[in-house]
């Protein structure tokens, strides 16, 4: 199971951190990643990261603004957020695969979060 934490209101310009705590079968090595999705709009990849945090991947939107770490003694993993726009405005969910973080940017997620709502006023 994942479960997302950190979602909130900032104005534009500013910075949000989510967390993303796994539990259940973890002993495993497995990815993390975020993807979002925006009213009206479909769910799209932003981010992952590998068991030992040397793969990371990011969506050219993120590139520069958002950096993903991990921290497999907490089974944690974390979005920090900066410099936002409006169109960063979204549902963000956290996501998880048994394999390399490739799988993840492709879409092939084993496990989701719940979501939480990331909202950035103009």
């Known amino acids: 199971q994942l479960e997302e934490s950190g979602g909130g209101l900032v104005q534009a310009g500013g910075s949000l951190r989510l967390s993303c705590a796994a539990s259940g079968r973890t002993s495993s090595p497995y990815s993390l990643g975020w993807f979002r999705q925006a009213p009206g709009k479909a769910r799209e990849f932003v981010s992952a990261?590998?068991?030992?945090?040397?793969?990371?991947y990011y969506a050219d939107a993120v590139k520069g603004r958002f950096t993903i770490s991990r921290d497999n003694a907490r089974n944690t993993a974390y979005l920090q957020m900066d410099s936002l726009k409006p169109e960063d405005t979204a549902v963000y969910y956290c996501?998880?695969?048994?394999?390399?973080?490739?799988?993840?940017?492709?879409?092939?997620?084993?496990?989701w979060g719940q979501g939480t709502m990331g909202t950035v006023s103009s």
């Open positions: 996501a998880a695969a048994q394999s390399s973080p490739s799988a993840l940017v492709q879409g092939y997620v084993a496990v």
């Open positions: 990261i590998g068991w030992s945090a040397g793969r990371i």
